[in-house]
């Protein structure tokens, strides 16, 4: 069935280090990757996002790669920083002929110690 | 440009009534999404709705229902309330494309059902 899977469930880090968020997808067709942060008691934010013609995208601290084959993808945040401090949601777009979900994983709490 | 928008903000119910909760998309935007996200989960897809009509559903039972508007805004009807249904319930809105599509979301609504 369609699920995506998600790794670590926490993560502390210190501050300046970087980050890195795992995900896995089942479905073959999933054609679009967000990544959104999510403070408490606020709404999923998108901080990137991939398409599957492409293998890598890159926004000052934060990217993101995909690898199809092995229907892996990963969040990458460098220089920490306190703020950074989140629960972070990968998701797997699935659907067809416009009719798209998104299935998200299990999130990934992250620490930034200062 | 509004973004979207849910109301209301928060809700207090008792096991077996009812809740209607509301969402209007982002301008410009024609498919909303719903979604559940229980306490320390990621968002659950409940189902979507274009041009009136439910497209897409997850696995929600019937006691979930929705509606979408002609002006694009839709409801989430929940009947029956069960101590489980108590979540964040977050709207998303999109524009029907025939591939993916960016979901954006809105604030949610946390339903506490006692």
């Known amino acids: 069935g369609e699920n995506v899977e998600q790794h670590p469930s926490t993560l502390s880090v210190q501050e300046g280090d970087s980050a890195v968020i795992k995900c896995t997808y089942s479905?073959?067709?999933?054609?679009?990757f967000p990544w959104y942060k999510q403070e408490l008691g606020k709404r999923p934010q998108l901080i990137i996002d991939?398409?599957?013609?492409?293998g890598e995208k890159k926004d000052q601290r934060i990217a993101v790669t995909l690898n199809k084959t092995a229907k892996h993808f990963s969040l990458h945040i460098t220089e920490t920083q306190p703020e950074d401090s989140a629960v972070y949601f990968c998701?797997?777009?699935?659907?067809?002929?416009?009719?798209?979900?998104?299935?998200f994983g299990t999130g990934t709490r992250l620490k930034v110690l200062a | 440009d509004a973004g979207v928008t849910q109301s209301p903000t928060h809700l207090i119910k008792t096991r077996g009534q009812q809740v209607t909760l509301r969402c209007s998309p982002k301008s410009g935007h024609d498919t909303v999404s719903w979604y559940q996200q229980a306490l320390g989960q990621g968002p659950q897809f409940i189902f979507q709705?274009?041009?009136?009509?439910?497209?897409q559903r997850g696995n929600f039972p019937d006691r979930f229902s929705g509606h979408q508007f002609p002006n694009y805004s839709s409801e989430l009807n929940v009947n029956a309330l069960l101590l489980g249904d108590s979540a964040l319930y977050l709207c998303?809105?999109?524009?029907?494309?025939?591939?993916?599509?960016?979901?954006?979301f809105g604030p949610g609504t946390r339903l506490t059902v006692l």
């Open positions: 479905d073959s067709a999933s054609n679009y």
């Open positions: 998701a797997a777009s699935v659907g067809f002929s416009g009719t798209y979900k998104y299935i």
């Open positions: 991939i398409r599957s013609n492409v």
């Open positions: 998303a809105s999109s524009w029907r494309t025939p591939s993916y599509n960016e979901q954006f």
């Open positions: 709705y274009y041009e009136e009509e439910e497209r």
